[in-house]
């Protein structure tokens, strides 16, 4: 016998092109597909898959123990050259590549948290990105995702009310609330746009009820993508997005200014995984590098973009675990344990670095060769979602914490 779900799974990519993953269709009828008639809070979620040097992403030239562990690799301290690190607080600095996202901390729009994390052990990328999207460290038969739990269940929620960046729907959005997951807006289509009447008409006169409803929901989440298409879209204020990662987020900002009822979305950015060859010649050459100045740029592309709209939302960034803090002996690092996590937009407290520091003296160190955890990535993300989306406890949305300790992040 079909349910909803296994016509989902078998046909869907039949009848999409690339772009569209095949879990997300509505069990309910869903709202206007009108774009322009909703606006409301937006959490973006951004996950840096292959653990990201927290260390060499902001700089903590204000311990010595760092340039004694890293004597090849370390960021220069800040002397106003451009390979050197960019001075946030006389701490900490910025790695130079993420220059973009220098004036976003000094005018307050920009949060670090330091030595933040998932406090569970584990250096395997699988578990660690499988237990920061769940929000169940050290659990593995969670089944959904933070993200999707954050979302409060309505009636006639909005096809495109949780996204995610890419071709398939992200771990952290699967859930029971209904998610998309799609490449681009340009490419969600029926696969042969001239053969849609007919799949709608097909589809309009199916006797098994579970699958006319399925289609019915298919078809207009379409015809929304549609009305989408139709209107180029030039980014404001001048904004460039580039890359990869870039072109994610552009698709993130067209869907929240079009109103269309976004809530939640997530993309990723990969190529953390820096074992060799981290740096080139200097610090502003190499694979972290290249990786940072992708990523500074398309976040401060977004921020710039999105202009005054940026008062209702609320970006936050992970990465599964840090890596040690000694280089190893092919100028790259190793799996590690604690990082470092951004948040930026509205109603974010910048301009400031939270989390204790707990410093890199080798008794100060988690197994005495990574920076030790004081921030659980949960204090982080759960504030974002009490405080600006609202309407589900902490616990509703990372089973288990009972006890979260906010930051301050959020004012």
Request: hydrophobic share 40%; charged share 20%; aromatic share 8%.
């Amino acid at each position: 016998m079909h349910t909803r779900r296994l016509f989902l799974r078998n046909s869907a990519v039949a009848m999409f092109g690339v772009g569209v993953a095949p879990a997300w269709l509505s069990r309910t009828a869903y709202a206007s597909n009108s774009p322009g008639t909703r606006r409301g809070k937006v959490l973006v979620a951004i996950f840096q898959r292959g653990a990201a040097d927290g260390l060499n992403v902001v700089v903590p030239f204000g311990d010595p123990n760092y340039y004694a562990m890293r004597p090849t690799i370390a960021i220069p301290r800040p002397d106003g050259t451009v390979n050197a690190a960019l001075d946030l607080d006389g701490r900490f600095g910025l790695h130079p590549a993420l220059a973009p996202l220098l004036p976003l901390y000094q005018s307050g729009q920009l949060a670090i948290v330091e030595a933040a994390g998932s406090p569970d052990p584990t250096r395997s990328h699988f578990d660690g990105q499988d237990y920061m999207e769940s929000g169940t460290p050290g659990l593995k038969s969670t089944s959904d995702g933070w993200l999707n739990r954050a979302l409060v269940p309505v009636a006639k929620p909005s096809p495109v009310r949780a996204v995610s960046i890419g071709p398939n729907l992200a771990r952290a959005l699967r859930g029971s609330n209904e998610a998309v997951a799609l490449a681009s807006i340009a490419d969600f289509q029926v696969r042969n746009a001239s053969d849609e009447p007919a799949f709608e008409s097909m589809y309009d006169g199916a006797s098994d009820t579970l699958l006319h409803g399925a289609a019915r929901d298919t078809f207009e989440a379409t015809k929304l993508m549609q009305s989408l298409q139709q209107d180029k879209y030039t980014p404001a204020d001048g904004a460039r997005y580039t890359g990869r990662f870039g072109q994610a987020l552009l698709q993130v900002a067209r869907l929240i200014k079009a109103n269309v009822g976004v809530e939640v979305a997530f993309a990723d950015i990969g190529g953390w995984d820096t074992h060799v060859n981290q740096s080139g010649a200097t610090s502003t050459e190499g694979q972290l590098a290249n990786r940072l100045a992708e990523f500074g740029q398309a976040l401060a592309a977004f921020q710039q973009d999105m202009g005054d709209r940026m008062e209702d939302i609320v970006v936050v960034t992970m990465s599964e675990f840090g890596r040690t803090a000694r280089e190893n002996g092919d100028r790259g690092t190793d799996h590690g344990h604690a990082n470092v996590m951004f948040a930026m937009g509205g109603g974010i407290r910048g301009g400031r670095i939270y989390g204790a520091w707990p410093g890199l003296a080798n008794e100060q160190l988690y197994e005495n060769r990574d920076l030790a955890l004081t921030t659980d990535f949960r204090d982080v993300l759960g504030e974002c979602v009490a405080k600006h989306l609202g309407g589900r406890r902490v616990s509703d949305v990372f089973p288990g914490y009972d006890t979260p300790k906010f930051r301050g992040l959020l004012a």
